[in-house]
Nanobody, 124 residues
Framework: QVQPVESGGGSVQAGGSLRLSCTTSGGDISTFSLAWFRQAPGKEREGVAAIDSISSPIYGDFVKGRFTISKDNDNNIAYLQMNGLKPEDTGLYYC??????????????????WGQGTQVTVSS
């Protein structure tokens, strides 16, 4: 069983940067799809970015070139580099792994394993 664990969240001012990390135990990260999601209070969980071994990474429309998803297969870690953060980026960020191949790569129902989340707070 794959267990994602997120880290790297924190509080920054608007325009700042954070790099989130997702370590995955129980599986070889090079063999499965992985995605980042976020959820703000009172809002639905939304897909931020997704990556797999076949296709190019994809991003939510709101990212607009500010974030980059990547994987370090040698160390079994995935990253989400976030630049140009905005207050509306505030939320709990989750790493999800192992796609069932159904629906959009940014649909939360596509992924089997989830981490507990790391909080990102952006102040104006």
């Amino acid at each position: 069983q794959v267990q994602p664990v997120e880290s790297g969240g924190g509080s920054v001012q608007a325009g700042g940067s954070l790099r989130l990390s997702c370590t995955t135990s129980g599986g070889d990260i090079s063999t499965f799809s992985l995605a980042w999601f976020r959820q703000a209070p009172g809002k639905e969980r939304e897909g931020v970015a997704a990556i797999d071994s076949i296709s190019s990474p994809i991003y939510g429309d709101f990212v607009k070139g500010r974030f980059t998803i990547s994987k370090d297969n040698d160390n079994n870690i995935a990253y989400l580099q976030m630049n140009g953060l905005k207050p509306e980026d505030t939320g709990l960020y989750y790493c999800a792994a192992f796609s069932n191949g159904k629906g959009s790569r940014l649909w939360h129902g596509r992924y089997k394993y989830w981490g507990q989340g790391t909080q990102v707070t952006v102040s104006s």
